[in-house]
């Protein structure tokens, strides 16, 4: 087995000898017809966490060469879009599974290679099955019926009628709670469409499986039949126009953490006005020095005061870890950088931002935004982090707003626009002058910041932002 190079998982390749029917842990064996010497690719976890993905698209077509480091697909996980890096040489054989399909589990074969060009030709009726895939679905045991005391009168049906009955009552028993709703991705639309719930249909596909005309031909059981006549209310004269969006992997896994993080995280707010003159000036300066060697934004500024404020006031640094039965704080400040793509939030990280310089981190920043908005981020450049900023200070409408815990961290910084301020000045003419102002709300876990290390970490990152020279301390 090899590594993928770019993205560090192990692929579970399967390679057969010709003619191996026996089965074992890492081998497959296939149909009555024999094949030639051939290599399963599996679905592969491209990410510690994805337990299924979605082809957006092949990169190779059946008959293709492959190469070691190549892009064979681009596959949906449960964070982003990555590509597929292939780490073997010979051809396509055979996609068993195309564009465009979804769930598809870890280890579920997608596709077939072989090492001899011949024998491309051979797998062109290579099916799933051949390859060993488990079925769709393990067939729910069906109960033995219950004998029934048995009448007198009644006679006993013949064996051949018992035998249709209880294949049909079989086939009819309603869904158990609990048990798993298998149904084609046509099927789901469908029923998603008009409002249905699968769990009310029965399927008539293999092993149960819930197919479109099922969902099409459903009539929902009708509930206790009114005594009187029901008016039929007056049609709507305006009809609400909508567009249906299905959720992606990572719509789902944002969901599901963000709704986690505000139900098991007790979470408080902190806001201050910070002055950010100096902090201008400073960027001025160094941007006007750089030769074009870098160009510092006040993101990468910061970037670098969280970091150092965080070093002053550990407690914000740490993760809680209810399982462990710890607080992890971290004596590395990895700060996590929210990212806006096209397909959801991301949070790339800048790792040991504490000891890096201003040009350092303001590269690392550009090339992460950068590779997080066309999805070529690694798993292990946006999971983790001690601790999240989030910037909407680009937007000039947005003066203040709150920011949700990225779990298990203890802090996020919520920063907002840049705004012109009167603030007394008795050197003044006129008594005040205007200095330039931003809003700054941290959002921290009670569980591991009280309230007074929340206000001691504001003021420290105040002190910072307002005296930018001590970045340099």
Sequence with gaps: MSALTALRVTRPLLRFPAARVSLNLFARGYASKSWPEHTVIDMPALSPTMTQGNIIKWHKAVGD??????????????KASMDFEFQEDGYLAKILLGDGTQEIPVGKPIAVYVEDKADVEAFESFTIEDAGAPAAAAAPAKEEPKEEPKEAATPAPSSEESKSEAKLSSSKQPRSAGSRIIASPLAKTIALEKGISLKEITGTGPNGRIVA??????????????????????????????????????????????????????????????SVSKLLKLRASLNASSNDRYKISVNDLLIKAIAVACKRVPEANAYYLEQEGVIRQFENVDVSVAVATPTGLITPIVFNADSKGLETISKTVKDLGKRAKENKLKPEEFQGGTITISNLGMNPSVSFFTSILNPPQSAIIAIGTTEKKAVP?????????????????????????????????????????????????
């Design 65 to 78: 060469q492959l190469e070691p480091g190549e892009s064979i697909a681009e596959v949906e996980t449960d």
């Design 213 to 274: 005309k099922d969902v099409e031909s459903y009539k929902p059981k009708s509930t206790a039949a009114p005594s009187a006549p029901v008016s039929t209310p007056a049609p709507s004269t305006a009809t609400a126009a909508y567009q249906d969006i299905p959720l992606t992997n990572m719509r789902k896994v944002i969901s599901k953490r963000l709704t986690e993080s505000k139900q098991s995280a007790p979470n408080y707010i902190i806001s201050s006005s910070i």
């Design 425 to 473: 000045d008795k050197g003044s003419p006129h008594g005040f002058v205007f200095d330039d102002v931003i809003q700054i709300t941290g959002t921290f876990d009670h569980r591991t910041v009280d309230g007074a290390k929340g206000g001691e970490w504001v003021r420290a990152l105040k002190q910072i932002v307002e005296n930018p020279l001590e970045l340099l301390l």
